[in-house]
């Protein structure tokens, strides 16, 4: 079960990621939420500092999942890796909505405690890849060290394009499965592609 201050958060992902901020009310948020306008002053206080909620809520997610990952000792640096790139993956999947209005944001923030709390997370999961990188690399596991900050973007940004550009390619394939069988299959193979090139770039050899 979802709290009542989840379920207005949600509601309120959908419209932001739809109509912008500034092009969705409180009222609007109140309707798809089906509570009274009146609980988003009492969880949130305003429009913007439930959006600054959102953000910190899903990015928060993400924190999490990293900071398991890299504490681990049951699986080495590429299985690291990979289990990032799997969870980052199926977020940018079933979060669609909130990943919408990110790439908004990073185009267009006007919020410093936005831009600030952007900044930070993405700090966080670059100095999560150095830390494997090096270990990777002391290890004799990765036998290439590219730079950090381009490895992040290699990850994020051929995972946000390709989120984007679904749609387009599903037409380009001519592929008439429905929206959920094709959902799998693209997903699916976006991963694998994301792990090819960074098998390269890391130079790591599975049967080594």
């Known amino acids: 079960m979802i709290s009542k201050e989840e379920n207005i958060l949600f509601a309120a992902e959908i419209l932001f990621a739809e109509k912008g901020f500034e092009g969705t009310s409180t009222r609007e948020i109140a309707k798809a939420a089906n509570v009274n306008i009146s609980m988003i002053s009492y969880y949130f206080g305003s429009k913007e500092k439930l ?34 790139v799997d969870q980052f993956a199926g977020k940018v999947r079933h979060h669609k909505c909130f990943y919408r209005i990110m790439q908004r944001e990073q185009l267009h923030a006007e919020n410093p405690h936005i831009i600030e709390f952007l900044k930070q997370t993405k700090m966080g999961f670059i ?31 051929t995972l946000f394009y390709a989120s984007n550009a679904k749609e387009m390619y599903k037409e380009f394939l001519n592929d008439t499965d ?24 890391l130079g790591y050899e599975e049967n080594k």
Do not use: A, C
């Open 51 to 84: 959006y600054e909620k959102l953000v910190e809520y899903r990015m928060n997610e993400g924190q999490f999942f990293s900071k398991d990952i890299i504490e681990r000792t049951d699986i080495n640096e590429w299985e690291k890796v990979e289990k990032i």
């Open 127 to 157: 100095s999560m890849y150095s830390k494997i990188l090096e270990s990777g690399l002391q290890k004799g596991i990765f036998t290439k060290n590219p730079p950090i900050y381009l490895l992040h973007s290699t990850v994020s940004g």
């Open 178 to 201: 429905d929206e959920e069988v094709f959902d799998e299959k693209y997903y699916t193979e976006l991963n694998k592609h994301i792990k090819y090139l960074l098998k390269d770039l």
